[in-house]
Nanobody, 114 residues
Framework: QVQLVESGGGLVQAGGSLRLSCAASRSIFSFNAGWYRQAPGKQRELVATISGDGTIKYVDSVKGRFTISRDNAKNTVYLQMNSLKAEDTAVYYC?????????WGQGTQVTVSS
């Protein structure tokens, strides 16, 4: 079993920044990781992924504003969010895939006021 703990969410004004962290209870080396979000009344959507070899992908709506990264030594995945918009408001979830099993954190709320 793997535990993922997200932190860094909060309330921020439009145009502001937040940095989300996802700490894993075991090594994340070589495993694919990602951030998803779910807004009220909407389905959970992929925001960004980073593979074990460092390949990165973003959903079009966050390209140029969000940056995903990982620190394997700290078993942590990050999501730097800049130029935040009201439509970025959602619960953000960390995801880690180990042996085709998806592990999820509990989520952290991000609220952007316009």
């Amino acid at each position: 079993q793997v535990q993922l703990v997200e932190s860094g969410g909060g309330l921020v004004q439009a145009g502001g920044s937040l940095r989300l962290s996802c700490a894993a209870s075991r090594s994340i080396f070589s495993f694919n990781a990602g951030w998803y979000r779910q807004a009220p009344g909407k389905q959970r959507e992929l925001v960004a992924t980073i593979s074990g070899d460092g390949t990165i992908k973003y959903v079009d709506s966050v390209k140029g504003r969000f940056t995903i990264s990982r620190d394997n030594a700290k078993n942590t995945v990050y999501l730097q969010m800049n130029s935040l918009k009201a439509e970025d408001t959602a619960v953000y979830y960390c995801n880690l895939v180990i042996s085709w099993i998806n592990y999820w954190g509990q989520g952290t709320q991000v609220t952007v006021s316009s």
